[in-house]
């Protein structure tokens, strides 16, 4: 399949997850993304310990930097930097997730680089922005700490509760993604290329548009986090997660309260049958209620009832048991990477879902086929900068 991005090239001289995620994003759709790393140790996040090393790197380098190529530049030696330069003239994409100053120092910032091509598309993730926050470490945990987010999970009792991912890299990452698409089509369509930027914070933010603009149109209360699994801080009962004679229960929608009452045989909901506004007003009370009657019955009994009732509801799922079913077969999600494996992305074009291709490359090894593309000095040596 030919995918609508190949023969854009990007040049990512970005590190750890935001940035690489943004490369990962157009690699799929086709793009060439040429990585630029430092000499001997490469992106940081080759040594990075989530898992148990492949090769000597983790699953998730390879993961994030599958199908690009690899070249090892010291952005202090001048040599390199004519040589990234070399490849800006010619490239349509920039991307680059260093502290705000930091690729400036370089020589190698929007400022600098736009002269020598007006049409390139310069992307840019920072962890705060141009803000107070700008110079502190832009790092996932720490911007969700300060974008209000864990203050949405979990029940009224429970303390700050992160999310269990990289949420605000991998958010950003596509954000920066989506604007670069963007200012791509600008270009296509005779416009000069354009600084893209976002940074951690205003991910998240953005993130959370649904409940902060409830917020900042009731008056600034502030979310309330049900006392009986929480699930929603703005959303009535039932909406949560409860506990079945055998796993978990997820219970989003109902027509009626009272009608749910019947199915699960709890008659205490039924006054609330002509209250509509009774969900979000006594939700603690009616959580419990169903609390109480879940354990009775196995997840696949309590879904036999409700389901064909029209009551929302799902099976909680860990990954093996995901990984069971056949609706996620049937998604074809578990590519081959080499010799691991990875997820895919998530889109399909016409029909068919994006290819994977290669595993991340070894640290350097396409640098003496990009030096003899794009250097105009032959002689300088493939293993310059390298290894």
Not at 215 to 242: C, F, M, Q, T
Not at 348 to 360: H, K, M, N, S
């Amino acid at each position: 399949m030919t995918r609508p991005l190949e023969g854009i090239t990007v040049l990512e001289i970005a590190q750890y997850l935001s940035g690489p995620f943004a490369g990962l994003k157009l690699a799929d759709l086709g793009a060439r993304v040429i990585k630029v790393e430092r000499p001997g140790t490469g992106d940081p996040c080759r040594g990075l310990y989530i898992s148990d090393p492949v090769a000597g790197e983790n699953t998730l380098f390879h993961a994030i930097n599958r199908g690009k190529e690899s070249l090892t530049a010291d952005l202090r030696d001048p040599a390199d930097r004519a040589l990234l330069m070399d490849i800006i003239r010619d490239a349509d994409v920039l991307i680059q997730n260093f502290r705000p100053g930091v690729i400036e120092r370089q020589g190698l910032g929007h400022d600098e680089v736009r002269g020598i091509n007006p049409n390139l598309v310069y992307g840019s993730i920072s962890g705060f922005g141009p803000t107070d926050w700008a110079n502190l470490p832009g790092q996932d945990l720490l911007a969700q700490a300060r974008s209000g987010l864990m203050w949405l999970s979990g029940s009224r009792d429970d303390p700050p509760m992160p999310m269990g991912l990289a949420v605000a890299d991998i958010l950003a990452g596509e954000a920066l993604a989506q604007g670069i698409l963007a200012a791509l089509v600008g270009v296509g369509r005779g416009l000069p290329g354009a600084h893209v930027e976002t940074s951690l914070i205003e991910a998240l933010i953005s993130f959370q548009f649904e409940v902060l603009t409830t917020h900042l149109n009731d008056g600034g209360k502030p979310p309330e986090r049900a006392a009986v699994n929480g699930a929603h801080a703005y959303i009535g009962a039932p909406y949560g997660v409860y506990p079945t004679r055998d796993g978990w229960l997820a219970l989003a929608m109902v027509p009626s309260l009272a009608g749910l009452g019947d199915l699960m045989n709890i008659p205490a909901l039924a006054p609330y049958a002509t209250d509509p506004s009774a969900a979000r007003r006594d939700r603690d009370a009616i959580k419990a209620l169903i609390a109480q009657a879940t354990p009775a019955r196995s997840t696949a009994e309590w879904l036999s009832v409700l389901q064909p009732a029209d009551i929302w509801c799902a099976e909680v799922l860990d990954w093996p048991g995901l990984m069971q079913r056949a609706a996620f077969r049937q998604l074809d999600m578990i590519r081959p990477m080499g010799g691991l494996k990875t997820v895919r992305g998530p889109l399909r074009l016409d029909g068919a879902p994006l290819a994977v291709g290669t595993g991340a490359p070894a640290l350097g090894a396409d640098r003496s086929r990009i030096v003899e593309e794009f250097g105009p000095h032959k002689a300088r040596a493939a293993t310059t900068g390298g290894m």
